[in-house]
């Protein structure tokens, strides 16, 4: 490894130097190795100075100056714009940089953060890593961390890129589509308030989009679907959202198709969501008539529903009362 011993500046003018001939492609073969080398060497030391290694704690002092050079010659911003030039290990070591950097606060403030929201359409734009496969991976990972900030998501929950989401999490790469879906669970579930806020705005657009997942061919993606669903109508910030969506039959007509899916697991999924329009106290006449026209057919197929797990408590007793809803009901 080149000299351990440099100092912060080194470290960034050299980081610098590098991504521009590895992003250069008039360069030799050599030098691009050559840069790629001095590239990862240097991402390591300046992840040794933030996180620290085995024999040594971060230096306070140090830890400052390499923040410093890095806001002043907008490394996050040069870095991210030529991952693409980056190599995987390069691309680890960074994203483990740019983790400890979100994390640091002085005096309350979140600098890196603050950092960061200069150019907010950066930070949004990352979404749209999805639609290149090279990067896409690298790309979900920072996003990830930047979901954990209210004010990095806000960016992403206020952007039209947003709604991207529901065709990615459907591509035919399986990867970048399960590392998408994980992006957008972390989007709806992470930051609770924004996520209320946005369904609340958006509902329309958003359910017409996400009852299109809940009907796809992929049996995984459905899965997951309705599996989100299920916490998203059942988190207290979004009472309103779930008394909207339970009120409209076409919704109650997609989970009874899939209660009865040949995957098990589409069926456990959708009886959770099920389970909501039954126990409604407030059933719209539109959801009523259709449980009532359909409430023998429904006894006769949950009295038998996933009976082998039978060591599963919860589900048991909230089939029993269903079904005992069901069976209560009046036209």
């Known amino acids: ?50 996180c620290g290694s085995e024999q040594h704690e971060p230096q306070p002092e140090i830890v400052e100056q390499i923040f410093e050079e890095v806001y002043n010659h907008n490394l996050i911003f040069i870095i991210v714009d030529n991952i693409s030039y980056v190599d995987l290990e390069g691309r680890n070591d960074f994203a483990q940089i740019f983790t400890a950097m979100l994390k640091r606060q002085i005096g309350g403030r979140a600098e890196t953060i603050d950092h960061l929201m200069i150019k907010k359409k950066k930070v949004v734009d990352l979404v749209e890593g999805y639609e290149s496969p090279d990067i896409a991976l690298f790309h979900g990972k920072l996003l990830r961390e930047c979901i954990q900030y209210e004010p990095l998501a806000k960016l992403i929950f206020h952007s039209d890129l947003i709604f991207k989401f529901f065709e990615y999490v459907d591509l035919s790469n399986s990867d970048i589509a399960s590392d998408a879906f994980d992006t957008f669970k972390d989007l709806l579930t992470r930051q609770r308030v924004l996520c209320s806020e946005f369904l609340n705005k958006n509902y329309d657009r958003v359910f017409q989009a996400y009852n299109r997942l809940l009907e796809s061919e992929n049996c995984v993606l459905r899965c997951q679907s309705l599996k989100l669903l299920g916490e998203l109508l059942l988190d207290g910030h979004n009472q309103t959202i779930m008394t909207r969506y339970i009120s409209k039959p076409e919704n109650l007509k997609i989970m009874m198709n899939n209660l009865r899916d040949q995957s098990r697991n589409i069926q456990f999924e959708a009886f959770h969501v099920f389970k909501v329009f039954v126990a409604n106290p407030n059933k719209t006449k539109p959801i009523l008539d259709i449980l009532l026209k359909n409430q023998q057919k429904l006894v006769d197929f949950l009295s038998n529903f996933h009976n082998d797990r039978s060591d599963d408590e919860q589900f048991n007793d909230e089939k029993d009362y269903i079904l005992e809803q069901i069976k209560e009901l009046r036209g």
């Open 1 to 50: 490894m080149s000299n351990p011993s440099k100092t912060p500046q080194e470290i960034v003018n050299d980081l610098n130097s590098a991504i521009q001939v590895v992003s250069d492609q008039q360069a030799s073969k050599e030098k691009l190795e050559k840069a790629q080398q001095d590239l990862n060497e240097n991402l390591v030391m300046m992840k040794s100075i933030l």
